[in-house]
Antibody, heavy 121, light 110 residues
Framework: QLQLQESGPGLVEPSETLSLTCTVS???????????WDWIRQPPGKGLEWIGT???????YYNPSLKSRVTISVDTSRNQFSLKLSSVTAADTAVYYC????????????WGQGTLVTVSS | QTVVTQEPSFSVSPGGTVTLTCGLS?????????PSWYQQTPGQAPRTLIY???TRSSGVPDRFSGSILGNKAALTITGAQADDECDYYCVLYMGSGISAFGGGTKLTVL
């Protein structure tokens, strides 16, 4: 059974860079060309927002509204992919989820449990 | 930038039928957008109900169904139950690897 687990600091200071890692177990990130690996966030009490994605080949696609501040990378040796969001403000406070997206249906079929990141000094 | 639209809230009586919709601020939703629907209860990650317009995810009861109604994607819940009271999100595939979430619908069963 595929599992995804987010990890990283729960508190980030304003103007700093938020860094999170998603560890994939029960399957390899590079085992199939049919999946993208995504980051999604949800501010407290608000809706879900797609942040961006990385393909096993390293190709990335980002939400246009966040593109200037987002970098997603993959470490195939550790079966992990990561998110960096720069110049954070209080508006970036959210639960951050990693997820797998199936390219045959564009469905987010597996999700991590989510991790709360608070931006505050 | 095109926005994915959903009703902010909806109410349904227990045992009743409700249809939630997912549209675009500009244009019509078609199967080419691969609409999917997710259910989220408080404190939990979303789970897939419907993908590719009308395919139920494994384990999802057939009370949930998806379709295209006019120029929108739709999620219909028949025989609403108390534990259907939660948030529902649609997602559209916008092309070039990009997906977009709707703002979500808070469903009340009363």
């Amino acid at each position: 059974q595929l599992q995804l687990q987010e990890s990283g600091p729960g508190l980030v200071e304003p103007s700093e860079t938020l860094s999170l890692t998603c560890t994939v177990s029960g399957g390899s990130i590079t085992s199939s060309r049919y999946y993208y690996w995504d980051w999604i966030r949800q501010p407290p009490g608000k809706g879900l927002e797609w942040i961006g994605t990385i393909y096993y080949s390293g190709s990335t696609y980002y939400n246009p509204s966040l593109k200037s501040r987002v970098t997603i990378s993959v470490d195939t040796s550790r079966n992990q992919f990561s998110l960096k969001l720069s110049s954070v403000t209080a508006a970036d406070t959210a639960v951050y989820y990693c997820a797998r997206r199936d390219t045959s249906s564009w469905n987010f079929d597996y999700w991590g449990q989510g991790t709360l990141v608070t931006v505050s000094s | 930038q095109t926005v994915v639209t959903q009703e902010p809230s909806f109410s349904v009586s227990p045992g009743g039928t409700v249809t939630l919709t997912c549209g675009l601020s500009s244009g019509s939703v078609s199967t080419s957008y691969y609409p999917s629907w997710y259910q989220q209860t408080p404190g939990q990650a979303p789970r897939t109900l419907i993908y590719s317009t009308n395919t139920r995810s494994s384990g999802v009861p057939d009370r949930f169904s998806g379709s295209i109604l006019g120029n929108k994607a739709a999620l219909t819940i028949t025989g609403a139950q108390a534990d259907d009271e939660c948030d529902y999100y649609c997602v559209l595939y916008m092309g070039s690897g990009i997906s977009a979430f709707g703002g979500g619908t808070k469903l009340t069963v009363l």
